[in-house]
Structures are given as C-alpha cells and as structure tokens.
C-alpha cells in the first residue's frame, strides 16, 4: 500500500465502523413504532447504514485502483489553488454560524436557503440566476423532506416557515 493511499484507506475503514455502529445502535432507539409510524431509530439506521455501505464501495474501489502519482500541488477541476480552496473552506465555516444566528428570525428554510445562495454567488462564484433557483429548490426540498414527509417542527421566522 502506498503512502499516498493509505489515509484514505484509513478513511473509509473508520467511516464504515462509524456507519455501522450508527446503524447498529439505531436499532435499540426503535426503527418501526406501532401503526407503521417511523421511530427515532429510523434515521440513524438508514444513515449509518448508507454510510457503511458508501465507504466499504470507496474502500473496495481504492484498493483495486493503481497507486497514484505524487500530487502535483497545482490546481483542482475547476481551476482553483489549494490557497483558494481553503480561503472557501474557512469562509463556509464562518458562513454556518451566521446562518445559525438567523433562524430565530428568519426561519430555518429561508436561513437554508440563504445559506445556498451566499455560498454559490459569492464563494462559488456562480450567476445569480442559476445560484437563485439552486436556493429555492434547496429550500424547498428541505421544507418538504423535514416538515412534510418527517414531520419535524422546524423553527419558523417572520414569514412563518
């Protein structure tokens, strides 16, 4: 095994372990309540279970690939350098706080959204347009997924979702 190789083989091996203990643990919290209600299990199941499932494919797939070549140090698929990649890594990570602090008022779909669109304009720098309908549809599909389907009570603001 290769040097380069290796972390990443550590990666998905301790992320298989986490996604199966998830899923294992889930188990115990209840995964089906009567009526056919999902319980509090159900979540932690599916997504420790996805996660093992995910990481055991990557792990497969990095041990039958040919060892890479040193890395070059230059710049990524999008042209970007690893100074610039980390200039947005810190700010996304200065960005989630801020998001957090205005969902009292805002609402925790509109700070979601809010949070796609900055991170797409502005660090991203994607056009507004396509960036304005990725939002909506972040938005809504969280809206849905967690109020509609899961019934999760989600903080609402001002414009009352």
């Given amino acids: 095994m290769s040097g380069q190789r290796s972390p990443q083989v550590a990666l998905f091996g301790g992320l298989a372990l986490v996604g199966t203990g998830f899923a294992v643990s889930a188990v115990g919290y209840g995964v089906m309540l009567p009526e056919s209600r999902i319980g509090p299990g159900f979540l932690p199941l599916v997504a420790?279970?996805?996660?093992?499932v995910f990481s055991v494919l990557l792990l497969v797939e990095q041990l039958r690939r040919p060892a890479p070549a040193a890395p070059e140090g230059g710049t990524d698929d999008f042209g970007r350098t690893p100074a610039q990649?980390?200039?947005i890594?810190?700010?996304?990570f200065a960005l989630l706080p801020a998001a957090l602090l205005v969902v009292p008022l805002l609402g925790m779909v509109t700070a979601f959204g809010l949070l796609v669109l900055v991170i797409s304009t502005w660090l991203e720098r994607r056009k507004v347009l396509p960036s304005l309908a990725l939002s909506a549809v972040s938005a809504a599909a969280m809206h849905v997924i967690f109020a509609v389907v899961l019934r999760v009570p989600l903080p609402t603001g001002v414009f009352g979702f």
């Fill in 85 to 87: 990649r980390m200039w």
């Fill in 48 to 52: 420790g279970g996805l996660l093992a």
């Fill in 89 to 92: 890594l810190r700010r996304v």
